[in-house]
């Protein structure tokens, strides 16, 4: 089944502790992207990734980091977590991209830092 | 830069009745416009799309919407709400490279 795979799904974590959530897509797609869900203020693209090795800052990258080193995997990297980061994330593919094809989202991780 | 408007927070309607959910636009030349729906627990799901042509696009489940330029704005509609359409609803505009920016969200609620 054609899918985009994250995990965790609910991650509760305390302020400085490094912590990775995995992103996953069985599609063979290009194109792959982060966004954080708040109340009232929809999604936040924080970064994306257009191929292996090339990834590029959303609207939203401060605090994160990604890497793109396999075509299918697109972690996102907290080295120091704070509560201003608790939020809903959401990881998207593509086959190539914004805006040509339509986006794949995960099913989301919940994550609270204490 | 790019940005999204949906005015309506919250809406509720009736089971049977009509729904338009409004979306307003910036952007300085023709935006790519989505639709995409997030029912509770879950990811987001593409309605429907505007690229280019037709100003009034067909998506899935009976949704529709229309772009109109002069208005900024692309607003969706559905002649009739079934309670299975209570869900959160978003609007998204692409212009400039690989970005894509989404509005706050409509929460709609479905009274039987």
């Known amino acids: 089944e054609a899918q985009v795979t994250q995990n965790p799904r609910y991650l509760i974590t305390v302020t400085g502790k490094k912590l990775t959530v995995t992103c996953s897509q069985n599609m063979n797609h290009e194109y792959m992207s982060w966004y954080r869900q708040d109340p009232g203020l929809g999604l936040r693209q924080i970064y994306y990734?257009?191929?292996?090795?090339?990834?590029d800052k959303g609207d939203v990258p401060e605090g994160y980091k990604v890497s793109r080193k396999e075509k299918r995997n697109f972690p996102l990297i907290l080295e120091s977590p704070s509560p201003n980061q608790t939020s809903l994330y959401f990881c998207?593919?593509?086959?190539?991209?914004?805006?040509?094809?339509?986006?794949?989202f995960g099913s989301g991780t919940q994550l609270s830092v204490l | 830069a790019q940005s999204v408007t949906q005015p309506d927070i919250h809406i509720t309607v009736s089971e049977g009745a009509s729904l338009e959910l409004r979306c307003n636009y910036s952007y300085g030349a023709t935006p790519y416009l989505f639709w995409y729906v997030q029912s509770p627990g879950q990811g987001l799901q593409l309605l429907l799309k505007?690229?280019?042509?037709?100003?009034l696009v067909q998506g899935i489940k009976g949704f529709e919407a229309e772009f109109k330029r002069s208005q900024s704005s692309f607003n969706l509609r559905k002649p009739s709400v079934h309670w299975s359409d209570a869900a959160e609803y978003f609007c998204?505009?692409?212009?400039?490279?690989?970005?894509?920016?989404f509005g706050g969200g409509t929460r709609l609620m479905v009274k039987p």
């Open positions: 990734s257009m191929n292996v090795e090339v990834t």
């Open positions: 998207a593919s593509s086959l190539t991209g914004v805006p040509n094809e339509k986006l794949f």
């Open positions: 998204a505009v692409s212009g400039a490279g690989n970005m894509l920016t």
């Open positions: 505007y690229f280019s042509g037709d100003t």
